[in-house]
């Protein structure tokens, strides 16, 4: 089964808390989840392998910051719409590699915008000249990132993180690139378009009964600056 799970606004610890917290719990091993969501204020968010200084330097004074569990570059979510995606490991796209995942989930984003008629393609090679410093994900686009054809502009990325227990994907989509875009329509296309490509029953679902000292644990740790400052 695709859970198909209530969207939910949140700080970006809390965002980023739940995204890993979904990840770390399943009752049931044959479940994957999606969810989309919101951001209470503007916020930064910024791949595991980040150096903090840098990141700091780059972003602007009034965001909230957050290191994400995944990797990837700096994310301004201050106009997106964001989404997660929990693949379990008993599922087969656990075990593929991670530029085969990335396709997979960006062709699929890619054919539901053409269809809604968005001038976009996937890029195909990576961009020269590399710039110093942590990535702002939307100003260069990576190879299988959806730009919109005329500009180059980069309208979608996302990041992973592979455990134990699963895989989870973060993903962006800009939203100013994709004016006109029905964003229900979208998420209706995509919750079926996913439930294919998993070949999986797509459901919605309430949200699932954790702990809540479970959810307050990991709110506290994406907040604390030993987490966030730790590179």
Known sequence: MLQILPSRIGGA???MALDFLLLQRYPEPEVARFRHYGWRIPAITFGYSQRWEEV?????????LCRRPTG????DHADDWTYSLVVPRRHRLWKEPATLVYYLI???LCDILLLEGQDVEMQQEEEPGKADGPAVCFKRPEP?????RSTGVKVAGAALKRTKNGLLVQGSLARAPLA?????RFEAALHSGLADTLSLEAEEC???EFEPDQEMHLIDQFSDPDWNQRR
């Open 56 to 64: 700091r330097m780059q972003a602007p004074v009034d965001r909230e």
């Open 180 to 184: 006109g875009l029905d964003w229900t």
């Open 106 to 108: 960006h062709r699929l």
């Open 206 to 208: 309430p949200w699932p």
């Open 72 to 75: 990837g570059g700096i994310v």
């Open 144 to 148: 299988h990132d959806i730009i919109v």
């Open 13 to 15: 610890a809390e965002n």
